[in-house]
């Protein structure tokens, strides 16, 4: 049995998508697995050695307080999960990653403000289209419209 891994990071997209994984893992009775990936290659070439080992530190501290709060979502819907980081280019390591744990599927919340696109090339679908070709894992791409949708329609 495969399991369902969340890739998460900050934002309405990513508060979307784990509400979206949690539902899926409660559905299935697969594991759910939340991934954070802190990317050196995100900082600046300019910045100073020193400085740049205490930015990846504070990252680090970031994905561990996201994912903490990822898992305290799951908790509440009586969900047990496993929470991981890892470091590298993001695309690379959810691509190493979901092989590593033989993911069924990945779950990607889209950046607000983006909507679906008809020719599939805006940078949430390229990068899942991408995850999709090197895994053949099905990639869910969960946006904060839709999830805020299902919330109010729900309430009626």
Known sequence: MG????????????RAA?????????????????LYVVDPHSLDDDVDDSLRQALLAELNWMGETLLRIAQKRADSAYLGTEVRIRRGNVREEIVRFVKDVDADVLVLGAPRGTTANVFGDDAIERLAES??????????????????????????
């Open 18 to 34: 784990q509400i979206a994984a949690i539902e899926q893992a409660k559905a299935s009775d697969k594991p759910l697995i939340f």
């Open 131 to 156: 995850i999709h070709q090197q895994t053949a894992v099905t990639v869910n791409i969960i946006r904060p419209d839709q999830a805020k949708d299902k919330r109010e329609h729900s309430r009626l």
């Open 3 to 14: 399991s369902i891994v969340c890739a998460t990071r900050g934002g309405e997209g990513s």
